[in-house]
T-cell receptor
Framework: QQPVQSPQAVILREGEDAVINCSSS?????VHWYRQKHGEAPVFLMI?????EQKGHDKISASFNEKKQQSSLYLTASQLSYSGTYFC??????????????FGQGTTLQVKP | KAGVTQTPRYLIKTRGQQVTLSCSPI?????VSWYQQTPGQGLQFLFE???????NKGNFPGRFSGRQFSNSRSEMNVSTLELGDSALYLC??????????FGPGTRLTVT
C-alpha cells in the first residue's frame, strides 16, 4: 500500500520553513526520506527506525509517529539547494532491514530567491 | 568509495524486444534493489536481491526478472517490451537497515 504524501507541491521563499507529511494505512517498521533533483537520482536524507524517533541533518529534520503510522519532514530556513522532489519510502515490519521500500508519490518543493 | 553505477544510461528499444540492464553496487553492499520510475506511477519497487537470492518482489509481471552475481553486481531483464515499459530504471544498493544509495538510472524508451 503506497503511503500518501502531502502537500503534493509547495513553493517557498528562501528562509521560509516547510513541512512534508507521509502517511501510511499499514503498520510501519521504518520511514526513509529522499530528495531527487530533476534529472538526477534520489539522494538519501535520513532513516527513522523507531516510533517517536526524530533526526536532524543540518536544517532538515524528521519525526516518526509509529502509532499514527506517520512521518513528517521539516525543512527550516530553506535554501535554494533544497528545491527538488521529496519522497518518503516506507518499510512494513515484514520487510524490515531489507531493500524493499514503498515510496509515496512525492512532494515537489520549489524555493525561490 | 565509488557510487552505484548503471549501464547503459540510455536505451531505445522496439516493442517485442528484450533488454538487459546492469547495476554495480557500492563496494561491500550485498543488497541491490530495482525500481521503475515514471511520471504517472512514481517510484515503484521491482525486486531486491541479496547474496544472489531474490529476497523481495514487487507487483510486476513475469516479463521483469533479475539476478545477482557473486560479486553483488545485478542485472534486470525485461522481455517482450511494451510501450508502457518506457521509464527510468533505478537500482539502489544498501548495507544495513535498508538505507539505500541510488545509481543514476537507465532511461529506457520503447517505440
Amino acid at each position: 500500500q503506497q503511503p500518501v504524501q502531502s502537500p503534493q507541491a509547495v513553493i517557498l521563499r528562501e528562509g521560509e520553513d516547510a513541512v512534508i507529511n507521509c502517511s501510511s494505512s499499514k503498520a510501519l517498521y521504518s520511514v526513509h526520506w529522499y530528495r531527487q533533483k530533476h534529472g538526477e537520482a534520489p539522494v538519501f536524507l535520513m532513516i527513522l527506525l523507531k516510533g517517536g524517533e526524530q533526526k536532524g541533518h543540518d536544517k532538515i529534520s524528521a519525526s516518526f509517529n509509529e502509532k499514527k503510522q506517520q512521518s513528517s519532514l521539516y525543512l527550516t530556513a530553506s535554501q535554494l539547494s533544497y528545491s527538488g522532489t521529496y519522497f518518503c519510502g516506507t518499510q512494513p515490519p515484514l520487510s524490515s532491514n531489507t531493500g524493499k521500500l514503498i515510496f509515496g508519490q512525492g512532494t515537489t518543493l520549489q524555493v525561490k530567491p | 568509495k565509488a557510487g552505484v553505477t548503471q549501464t547503459p544510461r540510455y536505451l531505445i528499444k522496439t516493442r517485442g524486444q528484450q533488454v538487459t540492464l546492469s547495476c554495480s553496487p557500492i563496494s561491500g553492499h550485498r543488497s541491490v534493489s530495482w525500481y521503475q520510475q515514471t511520471p504517472g506511477q512514481g517510484l515503484q519497487f521491482l525486486f531486491e536481491y541479496f547474496s544472489e537470492t531474490q529476497r523481495n518482489k514487487g507487483n510486476f509481471p513475469g516479463r521483469f526478472s533479475g539476478r545477482q552475481f557473486s560479486n553483488s553486481r545485478s542485472e534486470m531483464n525485461v522481455s517482450t517490451l511494451e510501450l508502457g515499459d518506457s521509464a527510468l530504471y533505478l537500482c539502489a544498493s544498501s548495507l544495513v537497515n535498508g538505507e539505500q544509495y541510488f545509481g543514476p538510472g537507465t532511461r529506457l524508451t520503447v517505440t
